[in-house]
């Protein structure tokens, strides 16, 4: 067996049969699940309003927000914020990864690390994502033993286990935190009402990456926006409960700069925390598909990664199925919305797994079929 099929069949045993046990131990869930297509469906129908409302929201509570119509205003925006010469630490954010922020960052003379620990592995291989929530999926423990080896300069034996190995990117990453000038992350959900955004997470990376830097910038598509703060939350609840880390050990919540009321209950910013709070939404062709009553169903998704473990494509074809970070069957989907790629959905054999499992309710094949379509009218229209 190759790397990958060993890596791949380890994951899918460990994570498939845990989300079944959720959803059966937790039955209210998949209520939740469809009460949050509801209102995400809301937005997507009146995304203009809610965009406006989430900016007035933000401004409301001592932050900034910005809407950027593609990756290079979007980088322009950070860029300005970050300025250089800085210490960046990254929360695991599928939007940065879109626009190449890291990079970008880097150029600019910043010192910029990614601080998930499957963004960290992919970050020392130069590699890109293979799942959208487990990024480095495609390797194995043995190869992180030797990646750590290479790349860190340390002492790791042959047979580590996965907590000595998590305990060595620890330590590296924990002077990394307090250290950072600006915590860079994506957001679960943003609640339109209130301009908080809601980060699920289990290894406490977020928590510091938004709460020890002076600056806080959050990074998310104009799809994140759901009406209400109760309607955040339940996208956090029912992302974690399908994305098989269910309860999750972290849900942060951020609203504006810290602040404190502890002096005549008068509340003021900032506090203990940042003293900045930033909210860059991007655009980038999702209020273009929003318009289109197929594909706007792809805008539903929130990032669960659970069709990936279903689909007979990925499992053969991995990271080289998609654009990253944008792999399996919602990144043949989402390799069209954001970078205008055909090729990704064209691969899909339509065994419909995807659907019956997506929490969405997503018709995932039928997005795909709308996007093979699409491609067969341009070769038409060539000839």
């Known amino acids: 067996m190759s790397e990958w099929d060993i890596a791949v069949e380890r994951t899918i045993n460990n994570n498939v049969p845990r989300v079944y046990k959720t959803l059966s131990q937790y039955p209210y869930i998949q209520d939740l699940a469809k ?9 997507l129908n009146n995304l203009q309003k809610y965009v406006e409302q989430t900016m007035e929201s933000v401004k409301r509570i001592g932050g900034n927000a910005y809407y950027a119509t593609n990756v290079y205003e979007a980088r322009e925006i950070i860029a300005k914020i970050v300025g250089k010469n800085k210490i960046v630490v990254l929360g695991k954010s599928m939007v940065a990864y879109e626009m190449g922020l890291r990079e970008y960052l880097k150029e600019l003379g910043n010192e910029v690390w990614e601080t998930d620990l499957g963004e960290f592995l992919i970050q020392l291989a130069n590699e890109p994502p293979s799942h959208i929530i487990a990024p480095a999926i495609h390797m194995t423990r043995e190869r992180v033993v030797k990646l750590l080896r290479e790349k860190l300069g340390v002492e790791v034996s042959e047979n580590a286990t996965h907590e000595e190995l998590v305990a060595i990117v620890r330590k590296f990453l924990r002077e990394k935190f307090v ?9 679960n959900a943003i609640a339109a009402d209130t301009g908080s955004i809601i980060l699920v997470e289990n290894e406490g990376n977020i928590r510091m990456s938004t709460v020890l830097p002076p ?7 104009v799809e994140k926006i759901v009406p209400t703060f109760y309607h955040a939350l339940l996208e956090a609840t029912v992302q974690a409960a399908y994305a098989g880390l269910y309860p999750p050990t972290y849900i942060n919540l951020t609203s504006g700069p810290s602040s404190t009321g502890d002096i005549e209950m008068k509340r003021v910013r900032p506090a203990h925390g940042p003293k900045e709070f930033h909210l860059v939404l991007l655009d980038n062709g999702r209020v273009k598909i929003s318009q289109d009553e197929v594909l706007k169903e792809a805008l539903l998704c929130i990032r669960c990664g659970r069709c990936h473990l279903h689909c007979p494509v990925y499992r053969v074809l991995g990271v080289n199925w998609g654009v990253p970070p944008f792999t399996g069957p919602m990144g043949a ?15 899909c054999t339509h065994s419909g797994n995807c659907k019956e499992v997506c929490p969405m309710g997503i ?5 795909l079929e709308k996007i093979k379509w699409i491609a067969n009218d341009k070769e038409r229209n060539k000839t």
Do not use: C, Q
Not at 35 to 43: M, P, S
Not at 179 to 187: E, H, N
Not at 363 to 367: A, E, G, K, S
């Open 215 to 221: 600056v806080h910038i959050a990074v998310a598509g």
């Open 179 to 187: 250290r950072a000038d600006v915590g860079i992350t994506g957001a």
């Open 333 to 347: 989907m989402w390799s069209y919305i954001v970078y205008g790629d055909t090729k990704p959905a064209t691969l």
């Open 363 to 367: 018709n995932i094949p039928r997005v």
């Open 35 to 43: 009460e949050l297509r509801k209102a995400k469906l809301e937005v």
